[in-house]
């Protein structure tokens, strides 16, 4: 079975610091990797997603992650953060065969604070 | 281009009975799925409908349900409702046929059973 482990619950960062959120993920076979943010009673919004091929993939809002196969690994990195980053960062892994286009396994997230 | 739209936004039940959450998909997309977020099982995938047939289950008791009309909006029933099925309640859709396997998701029901 798949899995998906965010091992930081909580990171606080000052405005203009360097990020970098963590993410491992367990599957069998080659993922479909994914960042989603969440706002405080919002839904998710996909920052950047890993199918193929550069294993280094930018995003929106001047995010990247790397995909690291030999360490299973999908880690999120921003060079500056900004206050409006603050909110709950989601990594994920969808199956790369078959149909399911709509099933992603999610990490249990981590709650970025930024202090200015 | 709207996005997707989910009904009600918020919603307060009463133990045993039972509730339908509506979605509607991005126009053009037909895949949708359900997920319920709550703060300690976090993000579960519920299930996921393309052309108004089931493609996907996820773990949950058969009190949930869904389906998917034939203009893609869909809706999902929760019937017996317990004091842990108090969550949010996220709807997401697709467009399989780009291939990217993007998700779009809607702002979620927050249902509170009391």
């Known amino acids: 079975a798949q899995s998906v482990t965010q091992p930081d619950i909580h990171i606080t960062v000052s405005e203009g610091a360097s990020l970098e959120l963590r993410c491992n993920y367990s599957?069998?076979?080659?993922?479909?990797l994914f960042w989603y943010v969440q706002s405080p009673g919002q839904g998710l919004q996909l920052l950047l997603k890993?199918?193929?091929?550069?294993?280094l993939v930018q995003g929106i809002k001047g995010f990247e992650a790397e995909f690291k196969r030999s360490q299973s690994s999908f880690n999120l990195r921003k060079p500056s953060v900004h206050w409006s980053d603050a909110a709950e960062y989601f990594c994920?892994?969808?199956?790369?065969?078959?149909?399911?286009?709509?099933?992603?396994?999610f990490g249990q997230g981590t709650i970025l604070t930024v202090h200015p | 281009k709207a996005g997707v739209t989910q009904t009600p936004r918020y919603l307060i039940k009463t133990r045993g009975q039972q509730v339908t959450l509506s979605c509607s998909p991005i126009?053009?997309?037909?895949?949708v799925s359900w997920y319920q977020q709550t703060p300690g099982q976090g993000l579960q995938f519920l299930f996921e409908?393309?052309?108004?047939?089931?493609?996907n289950k996820g773990n949950f008791p058969g009190r949930f349900s869904g389906r998917q009309f034939s203009n893609s909006r869909s809706e999902m029933n929760v019937s017996t409702l317990e004091l842990g099925d108090s969550a949010l309640y996220l709807c997401?859709?697709?467009?399989?046929?780009?291939?990217?396997?993007?998700?779009?998701f809607g702002s979620g029901t927050q249902l509170s059973v009391l």
């Open positions: 997401a859709s697709s467009s399989p046929g780009q291939g990217d396997r993007k998700l779009f």
């Open positions: 599957y069998g076979a080659t993922p479909y």
């Open positions: 890993y199918f193929s091929g550069d294993t």
């Open positions: 994920a892994v969808g199956n790369a065969g078959g149909t399911s286009y709509g099933k992603l396994t």
């Open positions: 126009s053009g997309h037909r895949s």
């Open positions: 409908y393309f052309s108004e047939t089931q493609r």
